[in-house]
T-cell receptor
Framework: SQQGEEDPQALSIQEGENATMNCSYKTSINNLQWYRQNSGRGLVHLILIRSNEREKHSGRLRVTLDTSKKSSSLLITASRAADTASYFCATDESGGSNYKLTFGKGTLLTVNP | GEEVAQTPKHLVRGEGQKAKLYCAPI?????VFWYQQVLKNEFKFLISFQNENVFDETGMPKERFSAKCLPNSPCSLEIQATKLEDSAVYFC??????????????FGPGTRLTVL
């Protein structure tokens, strides 16, 4: 399986609810990043968490990182219809070139009004 | 500029034809990356540059793909003799040269390549 696998593959919730997406990876990392892709558009960087950090917040986003389990979660609180998009985690692997930024397959989030 | 620019937005080629895609990174960014996204799924890393030098090309198909980043010119990704499986959206990204800023990639809107 791929480095950076998101779970679930698709998530549908009502506006105002919280959305949680998970990501697992295989190798040692320097950092883990979450990106959003609106349909037909490029990726937008949301948040970066370094390997020595456990939790990070940015507005309605909360990211956790557990390096012992090689997993991360992205929580979007009080979701809005505009949050509808695909969300990808991506890892900068430690050692050697850390410029590859390996992506997972993404979680498609649908927020219903 | 303040955004990564990619041209063209759409490109249609017959199988066997050449395709050339362009990317202008954000001014001041030293690193450029190319990714391929097939069917809205995962992003496959192709190649990265540090200024005009290839930094990592481990994702590039050896035979038909080539890329350049020359001074004072947009970066380019060229596919010789396109195949049906090359149909995808190709994204370019750039990042800053030092400090924590180099970790965040700024992505362009992509070029959709359709091979018929």
């Amino acid at each position: 399986s791929q480095q950076g696998e998101e779970d679930p593959q698709a998530l549908s919730i009502q506006e105002g609810e919280n959305a949680t997406m998970n990501c697992s990876y295989k190798t040692s990392i320097n950092n883990l990043q979450w990106y959003r892709q609106n349909s037909g558009r490029g990726l937008v960087h949301l948040i970066l968490i370094r390997s020595n950090e456990r939790e990070k917040h940015s507005g309605r986003l909360r990211v956790t990182l557990d390096t012992s389990k090689k997993s991360s979660s992205l929580l979007i609180t009080a979701s809005r219809a505009a949050d509808t998009a695909s969300y990808f985690c991506a890892t900068d692997e430690s050692g050697g070139s850390n410029y590859k930024l390996t992506f997972g397959k993404g979680t498609l989030l649908t927020v219903n009004p | 500029g303040e955004e990564v620019a990619q041209t063209p937005k759409h490109l249609v080629r017959g199988e066997g034809q050449k395709a050339k895609l362009y990317c202008a990174p954000i001014k001041g960014h030293s690193y450029v990356f190319w990714y391929q996204q097939v069917l809205k799924n995962e992003f496959k890393f192709l190649i990265s540059f540090q200024n005009e030098n290839v930094f990592d090309e481990t994702g590039m198909p050896k035979e038909r793909f080539s890329a350049k980043c020359l001074p004072n010119s947009p970066c380019s990704l060229e596919i010789q003799a396109t195949k049906l499986e090359d149909s995808a959206v190709y994204f370019c990204a750039s990042s800053q040269s030092s400090g924590s800023g180099r970790a965040e990639r700024f992505f362009g809107p992509g070029t959709r390549l359709t091979v018929l």
